[in-house]
């Protein structure tokens, strides 16, 4: 997704209905209303409900070995 301020996308389980979904990681939530509609997150993709989560911003780690 080359979203506005998404910054990873990955799968996970609902945690009330158990189903599950799509997660949309962003670096902070912004209101709908105040993002270009280019940029919205869809409610699901293909069937599948989308979770919005925000997690900051990411730094690539060096895992050194």
Do not use: C, K, W, Y
């Amino acid at each position: 997704m080359q979203l506005a301020n998404v910054t990873g996308v990955g799968t996970g389980r609902d945690d009330h209905s158990g189903q599950d979904v799509i997660v949309v990681f962003v670096t902070r939530r912004v209101p709908r209303d105040r993002l270009r509609d280019d940029d919205v997150v869809p409610d699901e993709l293909d069937g599948v409900p989308v979770r919005v989560l925000a997690i900051g911003e990411v730094d690539a780690q060096d895992g050194g070995t």
